[in-house]
């Protein structure tokens, strides 16, 4: 009966997701920004599904038609473009490739850049010095204009802009990743599987990459925002994706020739990256905060003060 007594008395542990939820919850902004995150991913996964047809479907009686104005359907809500194709359903498609493109460059450029500083900082000096150099010649173009030249020269698609935009992203993950190892290899952990005869495979992946995998995920967050900066641009300059595809920067290229007339063109797919860019900021803000044993604890108090 007593230890009946006791369990019911005892206070309930949070679950994993239950702490995340709690700790997001006390930062406001992270908490929106998160949601309209999801929002976003949502709209990448299940909008072309939906909306493709309507966002390829021209209207020239609906040409530059202005926002807010239903008489057409709810579609365009946000207006329609020179061709009289809904605003609001071009932007629900244009995700999809947006979030591909960064997506795909971000795991990518994280995955040899954190595989060659492991490498780098684990294996002693000569394998160091040339990937290190390596890194050097990356770094000594501007990554914007790296991409340019390789676009120009190859065709401009979806698999091409990946690659060009993951390349001039390596140095930053494989320069952090080295630091973060010869910082941690010098811990007494590394030091005692080593006495203990552990693999050099084995304490690269089961001791060191756990320890440096947030700083890693931090760095992935802020990177996501500058690579769909980046893709936006290449877009607006004409060297990225091609119609009859669609992203947002390109929205906003397509629509620049009208600002004076019909400023909604560009506007609307602006200001999506804009939010998205911002969101991205604020979320790993937050994740800095969370993932930091040292830090965790401002988020933990704020979330149970809101309880």
């Given amino acids: 009966?007593?230890?009946?007594?006791?369990?019911?008395?005892?206070?309930?542990?949070?679950?994993v997701f239950g702490r995340f939820i709690s700790m997001l919850w006390a930062d406001k902004f992270a908490f929106f920004a998160t949601?309209?995150?999801?929002?976003?991913?949502?709209c990448a996964l299940i909008g072309p599904s939906?909306?493709?047809?309507?966002?390829?479907?021209?209207?020239?009686?609906?040409?530059?038609?202005?926002?807010?104005?239903?008489?057409?359907?709810?579609?365009?809500?946000?207006?329609?473009?020179?061709?009289?194709?809904?605003?609001?359903?071009?932007?629900?498609?244009a995700a999809q490739n947006t979030m591909m493109v960064a997506a795909?460059?971000?795991?990518?450029?994280?995955?040899?850049?954190?595989?060659?500083?492991?490498?780098?900082?684990y294996l002693g000096r000569?394998?160091?010095?040339?990937i290190m150099r390596f890194a050097d010649v990356i770094m000594s173009f501007p990554s914007l204009l790296l991409a340019v030249i390789v676009l120009y020269i190859l065709e401009p698609s979806v698999g091409n802009l990946i690659i060009v935009l993951?390349?001039?992203?390596?140095?930053?993950?494989?320069?952090?990743?080295?630091?973060?190892?010869?910082?941690?290899?010098?811990?007494?952990?590394?030091q005692a599987a080593q006495v203990m005869g552990a693999s050099s495979g084995r304490i690269i992946f089961?001791?060191?990459?756990?320890?440096i995998f947030p700083t890693l995920v931090t760095i992935a967050t802020l990177d996501f925002a500058f690579v769909m900066l980046a893709e936006s641009a290449l877009s607006f300059l004409g060297i990225g994706i091609q119609p009859?595809?669609?992203?947002?920067?390109?929205?906003?290229?397509?629509?620049?020739?009208?600002?004076?007339?019909?400023?909604?063109?560009?506007?609307?797919?602006?200001?999506?990256?804009?939010?998205?860019?911002?969101?991205?900021?604020?979320?790993s803000s937050w994740m800095r905060t969370a993932l930091d044993p040292t830090q965790r604890w401002r988020l933990e108090i704020g979330g149970k003060s809101n309880d």
């Fill in 104 to 121: 795909g460059a971000v795991a990518l450029s994280i995955t040899i850049g954190a595989t060659l500083g492991l490498i780098a900082g």
């Fill in 50 to 93: 939906l909306l493709e047809d309507v966002a390829g479907k021209q209207n020239l009686r609906a040409r530059n038609a202005p926002p807010f104005v239903l008489d057409r359907g709810w579609v365009y809500f946000l207006g329609g473009d020179a061709l009289g194709r809904p605003l609001f359903a071009r932007i629900v498609v």
């Fill in 126 to 130: 000569w394998p160091s010095e040339i």
């Fill in 35 to 42: 949601t309209f995150l999801l929002l976003v991913v949502l």
């Fill in 1 to 15: 009966m007593s230890e009946h007594v006791a369990a019911t008395v005892r206070p309930h542990r949070k679950t």
């Fill in 244 to 283: 009859p595809e669609i992203t947002w920067g390109l929205m906003v290229s397509q629509g620049r020739q009208y600002l004076t007339s019909a400023w909604w063109l560009a506007f609307w797919p602006g200001l999506i990256i804009i939010l998205t860019t911002m969101s991205l900021n604020l979320l």
């Fill in 166 to 190: 993951a390349i001039t992203r390596i140095p930053i993950y494989l320069r952090t990743t080295r630091a973060e190892v010869l910082e941690v290899r010098e811990r007494m952990f590394v």
């Fill in 206 to 211: 089961r001791h060191i990459l756990p320890m």
